[in-house]
């Protein structure tokens, strides 16, 4: 099991590199999806299987079909390619480098300083959906209308 969640996390990390330095948005979205199949993976290697079915099916399916779809509804050419590329320079990726050092530094911290195990308990879907429909409606509510807005307002911006 070690050696699965390893090779998972070798996976996701590389692939997540990838959808960063992918310059064709297609390629992005294709590599986008390995990385969280690939955290899908590592969850159930945690024994959360729940967890790994939702970032399977929500995350892998659903909202990277809706990416999908706004990118074909963009109909992005190769101006948006050579515009990707023209971003890409060395200069861009200080501040990037800068707080991922920061994060990693923090990280490492956090790890160094822990001294007691964490208790794993098992969440089942009856515990997630009252959780999302209880108390948590609100915010996931929320969420859709905001994803709505950003498809709205992609379209209405790229409309000639």
Do not use: C, D
Request: glycine fraction near 6%; avoid cysteine; proline fraction near 2%.
């Amino acid at each position: 099991m070690m050696l699965l969640f390893y090779l998972a996390a070798a996976i996701a990390l590389i692939s997540t590199v990838a959808v960063i330095l992918q310059s064709n948005v297609v390629h992005a979205l294709l590599y986008l999806i390995l990385s969280l199949l690939a955290v899908a993976v590592i969850f159930y290697t945690f024994g959360a299987p729940f967890a790994a079915m939702l970032e399977a099916i929500v995350y892998a399916g659903a909202i990277m079909v809706l990416f999908l779809f706004v990118i074909m509804m963009l109909n992005l050419g190769k101006k948006s390619v050579e515009q990707e590329r023209s971003w890409l320079t060395g200069k861009i990726w200080i501040g990037p480098v800068i707080m991922a050092a920061a994060l990693l530094v923090q990280l490492l911290n956090v790890v160094r300083q822990q001294q007691a195990e964490v208790a794993v308990s098992q969440v089942g879907v009856r515990e997630v959906g009252m959780a999302l429909f209880g108390p948590y409606v609100l915010a996931v509510e929320i969420a859709s209308i905001l994803l709505l807005a950003g498809l709205v307002g992609a379209y209405h911006l790229a409309k000639k």
